[in-house]
C-alpha cells in the first residue's frame, strides 16, 4: 500500500515539477524543484482536507458533549459499567462514534509516510532516472542542496520548530481539557518542538520544507476551524 501511495505522489510531484520548469526562467536561489515540493505539498494537503475537516467536526462534536459526559462521569463514578452504558447512550443519541478520530487518524497515518519517503528517495518515486535528478538545481534560498540537511541551525530546523508549537497550541486550544490533561498537553507543547527541531537537523531539507510548509497550512486550517467552533458556542447561547 505505502509503494502505491508513493509512487502515486510521485507522480503528482514529477507532474508539478514538469509544470513550473516549463514557465519562464528559473530563478537562481528558487529552484523548481523547491517550487514543486512546496505546490505538492499544499496540493497533498488539500487532498487530506476532507479528512482533517471530518476530524475538527469530531472534535467539536466531543466539545458539545463534554459536559454531559463529565455529569455522568461524576454521577457514576462508582459504578463503572452504568457510567459506560449511559455514555455510549449519549454517544447514540448524539450520532457520535468515539472511535472516529482514531480511524481518521489511521487513515491519514499510510498516506503521510508515502509522501515522507517520496521526499526521502525521489530518485526511485519521481524521477525515476539518477542521472535526471542529479542534473536538476535543488538550491533554496539559503540552502544549496535540497537533499542535503539545513547547514544553518536557524533555517529549517528552527522553523520546523516553531511551527510545530503554533500547531500544537492551536489545535489544543480547540479542546476542552481537564487540569490533569491541560498540564500534560503543556509539556507535550514544548517537547514536541523540540524533537521536531532535533528531527529536522539531520533530515534532508527538502522534507523540511514539506514540514513547514504543512504545518502553515494545518495551523491556518486549525484557525479557520476554532473560529468557526467559537461562533457556533456563541449561538448556543
Request: glycine share 4%; hydrophobic share 45%; with cysteine.
Amino acid at each position: 500500500m505505502t509503494a502505491f501511495l508513493g509512487n502515486l505522489l510521485g507522480g503528482l510531484l514529477k507532474f508539478i515539477f514538469d509544470l513550473v520548469s516549463k514557465v519562464g526562467t528559473e530563478p537562481e536561489k528558487f529552484s523548481y524543484y523547491a517550487i514543486a515540493i512546496i505546490v505538492t505539498t499544499i496540493i497533498f494537503k488539500l487532498i487530506l482536507l476532507p479528512i482533517s475537516l471530518h476530524q475538527s467536526k469530531s472534535t467539536k462534536k466531543m466539545n458539545e458533549l463534554q459536559p454531559k459526559i463529565k455529569e455522568i462521569q461524576n454521577k457514576y463514578k462508582n459504578d463503572p459499567q452504568t457510567q459506560q452504558a449511559k455514555m455510549m447512550e449519549v454517544y447514540k443519541e448524539n450520532k457520535y462514534n468515539p472511535a472516529s478520530g482514531c480511524l481518521i487518524l489511521l487513515i491519514q497515518f499510510p498516506i503521510i509516510i508515502a509522501f515522507f519517503n517520496v521526499l526521502r528517495d525521489p530518485i526511485k518515486y519521481v524521477f525515476k532516472d539518477p542521472n535526471v535528478y542529479a542534473a536538476i538545481s535543488k538550491v533554496f534560498l539559503w540552502i544549496p542542496n535540497l537533499e542535503q540537511p539545513d547547514p544553518y541551525l536557524w533555517g529549517i530546523p528552527l522553523l520546523t520548530a516553531i511551527t510545530t508549537y503554533l500547531q500544537s497550541k492551536t489545535m489544543s486550544s480547540s479542546v476542552e481539557t481537564n487540569p490533569q490533561t491541560e498540564s500534560s498537553q503543556k509539556v507535550m507543547n514544548i517537547f514536541l518542538p523540540l524533537m521536531m527541531f532535533m528531527f529536522a537537523r539531520s533530515l534532508a531539507a527538502g522534507i523540511g520544507i514539506y514540514l513547514v510548509v504543512g504545518n502553515i497550512f494545518q495551523i491556518i486550517q486549525q484557525l479557520i476551524s476554532n473560529r468557526s467552533l467559537g461562533e457556533n458556542k456563541e449561538e448556543t447561547k
